[in-house]
C-alpha cells in the first residue's frame, strides 16, 4: 500500500535544501517564490520531499515556476499539481499558469491543465486551470 502523501508549503527550515535540489531549474531564490512539496507527514523532516513544485504570486494569477519528480515518476509530478491546485483554491487567486517545456505537456494534462487560451499561435506552451 503506498504511503498517504501530502501537498505543503515547504517549511522555513528546509528551503535551503529545496533551493540547492532545484538549482538546475535556474529559479532566483527570492522571496517571490512560493515553494511546495509533496511529503509523507509520518516521516521525519530530514525525509525529502516525493516531488517538489515552485510559484510565483502574480496578482490574481499564480505562476508554475517549475515542477521536478524522481526520474519516471510523473505520478508523483501529477499528484503534486494537484494537492498545489488544491491548496491555492484555499486562498485569493484565481488562475495558476503554467508554460512547461513540450515534455511537461501530459503531466499539466494529467493534472487537470488545459490550453491556455491566448492570442498567440497553437503552438504556444501556456497552460492553465481555473481556481
Known sequence: ???????????????????????????????????????????????????????RPDGTTVRLVGVAAPPGRHDLAVQVLQGLVDALRAGSALRLAAALPPHGHEVLRQAGFQPALTDVPPDDDSWAVDL
Not at 517571490?32 to 516521516?43: K, R
Open 1 to 55: 500500500m503506498d504511503p498517504l502523501l501530502l501537498v505543503r508549503r515547504v517549511p522555513a527550515h528546509r528551503l535551503a535544501v529545496t533551493r540547492r535540489i532545484t538549482a538546475r531549474w535556474g529559479t532566483p531564490a527570492t522571496s517571490e517564490v512560493q515553494w511546495w512539496e509533496l511529503v509523507d507527514p509520518a516521516c521525519d523532516d530530514e525525509h525529502p520531499a516525493a516531488a517538489l513544485a515552485a510559484v
